[in-house]
């Protein structure tokens, strides 16, 4: 009898074990479990590029650019020493104590896939996101072009008063353009000014064939002098942005921030890049600035805007206030307002810096 009462008993603590068990694991499966503790975004890792210009190759003499004072190398933070080069631009720039990503207190940020914002005057890179990723770039080409332009008019390959004949070719772009006809004359000033203010295709095209004397030629010299600058993450295929069948145009926030420092350096082209309007064919044909921000922020003089469906809007700026000297870009945002009101934000943001 005693043995059965105490067998009973067993089963009984067994049970009620088995029952607190089961209870537990349903327990544990209806109450989720917490969120693991997000983690910071990984810090980006700066290694040194060399920016100084390389010598071109035997064939490509014809390629060679002006002397000029190499294009800023990046540092690794922290950067205890600023150099001016003679431009007055630092030849360093630094990554220390820049924003990355989405950690900036701006609106839609979030919507912006890569952009950089630098101070040129002290070489701080105050804001940075995805600036080494190739994009298509779109009319913000049209820098490259411009560059190569001025460049030709200081080794005195041609002048600003050089006559162009334009092209059955050049006549043929579509896209934002100036309508030339096939066998009209402008000069070179004329068309440099049609190129930065309304992004003129036709124009572009018209320019590359006097340069080099063809399209292809012209679009190995953009490659070539893109090289020469550091532009490590940019291809040209053609002088004007638009979609093609050889490729389409491909750049970095970081290379198009070198690129506008040295379109900097060239007086006459910044002249237009930062006029609201003005006019062509004497007079008869209204130029509209396609940089909104050059009306709309004080300091803006300059400097590139760029799109189409498929590679969105972007923009390259560059602005100057109280001596200090900004370059902004972003690249590929879906919406124009997204874009001229985060680089309006942006700006204003860095010249508090």
């Known amino acids: 009898m005693l043995a059965h009462k105490l067998l009973h008993g067993m089963l009984l603590v067994f049970g009620m074990a088995v029952i607190a068990i089961c209870a537990w694991l349903l327990l544990e499966e209806r109450t989720p479990a917490p969120p693991p503790a997000a983690l910071p975004p990984p810090p980006l890792l700066f290694t040194n590029l060399p920016y100084t210009p390389t010598a071109f190759p035997r064939q490509e003499r014809r390629l060679r650019v002006p002397q000029t004072p190499p294009a800023p190398r990046l540092l690794p933070a922290p950067v205890v020493q600023q150099l001016a080069g003679r431009d007055g631009y630092a030849r360093v720039w630094s990554y220390d104590g820049a924003r990355n990503g989405n950690d900036i207190a701006l609106k839609n940020v979030a919507l912006i896939p890569a952009g950089i914002l630098i101070n040129a005057t002290s070489g701080r890179v105050l804001w940075s996101k995805n600036t080494r990723s190739p994009r298509e770039i779109a009319s913000m080409t049209k820098v490259m072009t411009a560059v190569l332009t001025l460049e030709a008019v200081q080794r005195k390959a041609l002048s600003l008063n050089h006559t162009v004949n334009v092209s059955r070719n050049a006549a043929l772009i579509g896209g934002s353009q100036v309508y030339l006809k096939s066998g009209e004359q402008f000069t070179v000033a004329e068309l440099l000014k049609a190129l ?7 124009a572009a095209y018209a320019l590359a064939e006097t340069v080099a004397g063809s399209e292809r030629a012209f679009v190995q010299q953009m490659n070539a002098r893109a090289r020469a600058l550091g532009m490590q993450h940019t291809r040209y295929y053609n002088p004007h942005g638009l979609p093609g069948r050889a490729g389409n145009n491909v750049s970095s926030a970081l290379d198009m921030a070198l690129l506008a420092r040295e379109a900097l350096k060239h007086r ?18 209204n130029l509209v600035n396609h940089n909104r921000l050059v009306q709309s922020v004080r300091g803006v003089d300059g400097l590139k805007t760029g ?47």
């Open 307 to 353: 799109y189409y469906s498929r590679a969105g809007f972007s923009a390259t700026v560059t602005a100057t206030r109280n001596g200090q000297r900004l370059i902004a870009v972003v690249i590929g945002v879906k919406h124009k307002r997204v874009r001229d009101d985060f680089m309006k934000a942006l700006l204003e943001w860095g010249f508090t810096r």
């Open 196 to 202: 930065m203010i309304v992004s003129a295709n036709d």
């Open 268 to 285: 006459v082209l910044m002249q237009w890049a930062g006029t609201w309007t003005d006019t062509f064919r004497h007079g008869t044909f």
